[in-house]
Structure formats: structure tokens, C-alpha cells
Antibody, heavy 118, light 108 residues
Framework: QVQLQESGPGLVNPSETLSLTCTVS????????WSWIRQSPGKGLEWIGY???????DYNPSLKSRVTMSLDTSKNQFSLRLSAVTAADTAVYYC????????????WGQGTLVTVSS | EIVLTQSQGTLSLSPGERATLSCRAS???????FAWYQQKPGQAPRLLIYGASNRATGIPDRFSVSGSGTDFTLTISRLEPEDFAVYYCQQYSTSPYTFGQGTKLEIK
């Protein structure tokens, strides 16, 4: 059974960088696309972007200038960095696995709340 | 960006009834690139149906979908107590991939 678990700080100062890691167990990261999605009361579910084990990626244009995703295949992890955060970036952040052949998500992490505040 | 509108903010129904949830896209979307999710409080969304009519693993056949182009429907044929939740549609036809704002299905 594939499981995903997000980890990272729950509180980030405005203008700083949000960093989250997703650890995948029960399956290899060397297949499928791996995504980050966030959910806030104001904006609902928002796709942030995905990364493939080859390193190719695609990001939401609304966040592209601030987002970087990476993978560590040796640790079966992938990561999200979002720079210059503001209160509008406060949300529950989910990592998820793309279904093969489709950019929808069959496995999700439990989600982690990140609050941007000083 | 394709905007998905779920016009029924809240739907109040009773167990045993049929639920019809709608989702309208601002541009044409292939039914092969459309998905529905269920989310319960404190949980991540759960994939229900993707593609034209593929149910995800473990999803009972009382869940079905129809529609194409800009109008899509999720139907739950006979509501069970565990079906009361929030439902989201998603398109993955065109990046950025987008979600509807959700329809809350509540017990009447």
C-alpha cells in the first residue's frame, strides 16, 4: 500500500521560503508523477505543480516564479519550495501521486497546515 | 485557465435518495480528462472516478458519471450514510489543472 507523508515547518514568516518534503513508502518514486496541491478556505483546491523522476516538472503559472520542486530518489522523497510567501499562501499542503497516464491523484498525504505569519 | 463551477453549494438529501451533482467548465474538456473526488472533514480528497467512467479502486458502483464538453455530472444512485461529504470535480485536460470549489452533500 502506497503511503505519502508530508513534513516541514507549520509556521513560516512572511517573505521567507516555505519548504516541505513528502516521503513515499510502499512504492518507488521512480515511476509516476508526483504533485503538490494546496487547499485554503479562500481558494479551495489549487494545483501547485508536479515533478517526474526524470526531473521534468510543470508548475501552475500563478506560482511558477516562486516554486521549485525536486526529488531525492535515494530517500524516496520529493520536495516543494515556495519563496516570498505571504498570508495568502496559508493553506493545507498535500503531496499526491498522479495516476499513471492521468494527472489526477490516487494517493494523497494526510496534508500539513502551513501558516504564514510573523 | 479552465474554471470549473459547481453551482450547488450545498445539497440536502436523505439516505436512500439519488444525488446528482453538477460541474460546468468554462471551456471544452475531454471527458477522458475529468475526475471527481470525495472529501470528508480532516481528510485528504479521495479519488472516486476518472476518465470517461473509471471508478477508482474500492469505489462502489452506485457512483457514476456522465457528461462531456462543458457539463459534467456525478450521480450517486442511492445514498449511504458514508456518502455525506464534500465532492470536487477536476479537469486534467489543460495545464494548469483545476478543481471546482466543491459541493457539500449533507443529510436532510
Amino acid at each position: 500500500q502506497v503511503q505519502l507523508q508530508e513534513s516541514g515547518p507549520g509556521l513560516v514568516n512572511p517573505s521567507e521560503t516555505l519548504s516541505l518534503t513528502c516521503t513515499v513508502s510502499g512504492g518507488s518514486i521512480n515511476s509516476h508523477y508526483w504533485s503538490w496541491i494546496r487547499q485554503s478556505p479562500g481558494k479551495g483546491l489549487e494545483w501547485i505543480g508536479y515533478i517526474y523522476y526524470t526531473g521534468s516538472s510543470d508548475y501552475n503559472p500563478s506560482l511558477k516564479s516562486r516554486v521549485t520542486m525536486s526529488l531525492d530518489t535515494s530517500k524516496n522523497q520529493f520536495s516543494l519550495r515556495l519563496s516570498a510567501v505571504t498570508a495568502a499562501d496559508t493553506a493545507v499542503y498535500y503531496c499526491a501521486r498522479d495516476l499513471k497516464g492521468a494527472t489526477c491523484y490516487d494517493y494523497w498525504g494526510q496534508g500539513t497546515l502551513v501558516t504564514v505569519s510573523s | 485557465e479552465i474554471v470549473l463551477t459547481q453551482s450547488q453549494g450545498t445539497l440536502s438529501l436523505s439516505p436512500g435518495e439519488r444525488a446528482t451533482l453538477s460541474c460546468r467548465a468554462s471551456q471544452w474538456v475531454s471527458s477522458n480528462n475529468f475526475a471527481w473526488y470525495q472529501q470528508k472533514p480532516g481528510q485528504a480528497p479521495r479519488l472516486l472516478i476518472y476518465g470517461a467512467s473509471n471508478r477508482a479502486t474500492g469505489i462502489p458502483d452506485r457512483f457514476s458519471v456522465s457528461g462531456s464538453g462543458t457539463d459534467f455530472t456525478l450521480t450517486i444512485s442511492r445514498l449511504e450514510p458514508e456518502d455525506f461529504a464534500v465532492y470536487y470535480c477536476q479537469q486534467y485536460s489543460t495545464s494548469p489543472y483545476t478543481f471546482g470549489q466543491g459541493t457539500k452533500l449533507e443529510i436532510k
